[in-house]
């Protein structure tokens, strides 16, 4: 293994992974569950080995090439997927590699703290892209307090090295390093899998060497492919609804979970994509009615704001009554596109902002 960018496969570059005490056995269900109810239909697959990006540039590869095989994935994925294994070497602690969350949505740690607010949870961090875009840290979790943080990073808002540290220091961590002049030399990655290995577990082995006791992994489906439905896992409902419990929500689309049904997943799938042009729908009556209100000098010009909204919502909602879907669809979108603060913005007290809250009563 090598820890200079230049020198890496794309999967080394992006290293995630949470370190959480439990055996596999019993926490393997409930992580699944956790990401069951991040993705409207997950696939799975046991004793995966290699990391999640280098599956998905396998399966990327194959597809593109035609060696698909009979268990791997349909079409192109275009997502990783999340891989929980046991280290041979540590049976009492599940580890949970999750690279590239967090970026458009909610992150996969604090999801998995909800369900586990007991268990303190570890998370290490590594991206590597180029010498002058890094990012080395740590981050623990309990429950929905970050009991702390320290890293170091460069390229992604500043373009020097940068120190952060918060919290009270774990055990397992060489304070001494972080008195060192040079930031780099505080945290990196030979740090990260040294401290990686404090908890038992051998890097060259289990991480680098990919010798698990069992692992098992989960990718999502494409959510406009309906020959998917050959590869949906049905399994990990009732823990699904358990971590819905305790607060975790589905995030693409939002706040429609009500409004499918997964046993129907052929349905589903042409339903997410048109769910997908609605929220594109939704983004540009957002962008335009904003351009107007900000050229609006006069009362009419902002009324013409508001019924470019009015008539967005409107469309959506009569192509989601024509597809048989709820029609809440349209209350849906708008709150999460911003509709409503762009509407209040231009004016409450008008004949078009009665029309658009009337779309929500019918």
């Keep these: 293994m090598t820890f200079e960018p230049t020198h890496m496969e794309p999967w080394e570059k992006h290293l995630s992974l949470t370190i959480v005490p439990g055996p596999f056995e019993k926490l393997a269900p409930l992580i699944a569950g956790v990401v069951r109810a991040r993705e409207f239909a997950i696939g799975r697959t046991h004793g995966e080995r290699m990391p999640p990006l280098m599956w998905l540039s396998e399966m990327q590869r194959r597809a593109q090439s035609g060696e698909k095989?009979?268990?791997?994935?349909?079409?192109?994925?275009?997502?990783?997927?999340?891989l929980i294994w046991s280290p041979a070497e540590a049976p009492d602690l599940t580890?949970?590699?999750?690279?590239?969350?967090?970026?458009t949505r909610p992150e996969f740690p604090a999801d998995l703290a909800r369900v586990l607010p007991s268990a303190k949870l570890i998370t290490f961090d590594s991206i590597m892209e180029t010498a002058r875009r890094q990012h080395h840290g740590l981050k623990i979790r309990q429950g929905?307090?970050?009991l702390r943080k320290a890293f170091t990073t460069i390229g992604f808002e500043k373009h020097r090295w940068e120190w952060h540290e918060e919290g009270k220091p774990e055990p397992f961590e060489d304070c001494a390093l972080y008195q060192s002049r040079q930031i780099t030399a505080r945290f990196n990655r030979p740090i990260m899998t040294r401290y990686i290995k404090s908890f038992g577990i051998d890097p060259d082995r289990s991480l680098f060497g990919r010798n698990f006791k069992a692992s098992l992994h989960l990718w999502p489906l494409p959510d406009n492919e309906p020959a998917a439905i050959q590869f949906y896992c049905t399994d990990y409902d009732d823990q699904a609804v358990h971590a819905r419990s305790c607060g975790l929500r589905k995030y693409s689309p939002s706040d429609l979970d009500d409004m499918f049904e997964e046993e129907n997943f052929e349905q589903t799938a042409l339903d997410l994509k048109n769910m997908d042009r609605w929220a594109k729908t939704i983004q540009q009556a957002r962008w335009k009615a904003g351009q107007s209100a900000e050229r609006a000098k006069t009362p009419s010009g902002?009324?013409?704001?508001?019924?470019?909204?009015?008539?967005?919502?409107?469309?959506?909602?009569e192509e989601a009554l024509a597809a048989g879907l709820d029609p809440h669809v349209a209350r849906s979108l708008s709150n999460t596109g911003?509709?409503?603060?762009?509407?209040k913005e231009l004016g409450e007290d008008t004949e078009a902002y009665v029309a658009y809250q009337d779309c929500y009563t019918k």
Excluded: S
Aim: glycine content about 8%; proline content about 10%; overall charge positive.
């Design 338 to 343: 911003g509709l409503n603060a762009v509407m």
């Design 95 to 103: 580890v949970v590699e999750h690279p590239l969350d967090g970026i």
């Design 144 to 146: 929905k307090y970050v």
């Design 69 to 82: 095989r009979p268990n791997d994935p349909p079409g192109c994925p275009k997502f990783n997927g999340t």
């Design 302 to 317: 902002r009324l013409r704001a508001q019924w470019r909204v009015v008539d967005a919502v409107k469309q959506i909602q």
